[in-house]
């Protein structure tokens, strides 16, 4: 009888945890911020917005990063100066249409970068198609989207680089304890003539119910730049998140 009351109570724990009322708006705001002086000029912010829908119909995200640095470069051997050295602004929203099994919907993507010091003065990318959440329990979550789309872009000469494209992302969640969290996310969009891969992978850690200290790596890779650019950016933020609601 013991036994029966121990697994009765267990399995209802599990299933209010796993059935805790999911908010139909989050939204987290994220910062971080470096500066020095003396021998080493820099300044260097990072920010970054992203918020969640989750509706009866509909599952959205919205995307909004953001990066500046500026640093003392030298001229020559006696003199310096400063000079912005990164200038980075994304956008990007995503809704999910639920069909009649609600992990089962379709998608309709939307974004735009500009990367000051890369070899395109724009990128943005629509697409469409198919996406699913395989699963979905009280430690992990695992969905991913395919479908095809269309790039607009222009390069650092003002050349157009527009092309048709097939994009798939994935993203992955761990609830590692009630107070860490590791997320991966990783997006491709193959064209005819470049291949554009994100990838961000973090862990986040609770300092209160609103704020939390979060470490980021980022990889950010273009197949076809030019000769005087790196294909693979790379960044390794430490910043502090709010939660709004």
């Not at 805790?20 to 912010?45: C, H």
């Not at 974004?111 to 629509?126: K, M």
């Not at 304890?177 to 193959?190: C, G, I, L």
């Amino acid at each position: 009888m013991k036994k029966t009351l121990i697994a009765t109570g267990l399995l209802l724990t599990g299933n209010a945890f796993a059935q805790e009322e999911v908010k139909p708006f989050t939204m987290d705001g994220e910062l971080g911020f470096i500066a020095t002086s003396g021998n080493t000029e820099t300044t260097s912010l990072n920010a970054k917005l992203s918020a969640h829908q989750e509706l009866e119909q509909w599952s959205n995200d919205f995307l909004f990063e953001g990066l500046y640095k500026k640093d003392d470069v030298a001229i020559d051997e006696d003199t310096s100066e400063t000079q912005t050295t990164a200038q980075k602004y994304f956008l990007s929203g995503q809704g999910n249409y639920k069909l009649a099994n609600p992990d089962h919907r379709l998608f309709a993507f939307g974004s735009y970068e500009d990367d000051r010091f890369s070899s395109f003065n724009y990128q943005s990318t629509l697409a469409a198609g198919w996406s699913q959440k395989l699963w979905d329990n009280e430690t992990t979550k695992f969905e991913y989207s395919v479908g095809p789309g269309y790039s607009f872009a222009e390069t650092s000469e003002g050349e157009d680089a527009d092309s048709f494209i097939v994009r798939g992302a994935l993203g992955f969640n761990w609830k590692i304890s009630d107070t860490a969290t590791f997320k991966q996310t990783m997006s491709t969009e193959v064209g005819e003539d470049n291949t554009k891969s994100k990838s961000i992978s973090s862990l986040s850690a609770k300092i209160n119910s609103s704020l939390s200290m979060k470490l980021t790596l980022t990889f950010d890779h273009n197949s076809n730049v030019s000769e005087d650019t790196e294909k693979l950016d790379t960044q390794t933020a430490v910043t502090i998140v709010y939660t709004f609601f």
